[in-house]
């Protein structure tokens, strides 16, 4: 599956408090892990979950291997009552 890298943050920016934390433990991944599907490079700790990035428009192209993580990440969202 292919989104656009800032589609990816921005998904991750509008999760709840304790949803990173929440999807690891469903998926028994580390939080650096999922912390580094979002784009948080930053975490050795962290294992690769087939991520590729790839330069352009709009932060770039993200083809993800697995989207098992961006799926839950969805849902979460899809359990928070619409802002008016």
């Not at 939080?31 to 700790?45: A, K, L, M, R």
């Not at 991520?51 to 993580?69: C, K, M, Q, S, Y």
Request: no cysteine; net charge negative.
């Amino acid at each position: 599956m292919n989104i656009t890298f800032n589609e990816l943050r921005r998904i991750k920016d509008n999760l709840p408090d304790g949803s990173i934390h929440r999807i690891a433990r469903q998926l028994d991944l580390t939080v650096e892990t999922v912390w580094n599907y979002f784009g948080g490079y930053s975490h050795p700790d962290g294992a690769p979950m087939g991520v590729h990035l790839e330069g352009g428009p709009d932060g770039g192209i993200v083809a993800l291997d697995d989207t098992r993580i961006l799926e839950i990440a969805n849902s979460i969202l899809e359990e928070q009552p619409a802002h008016a």
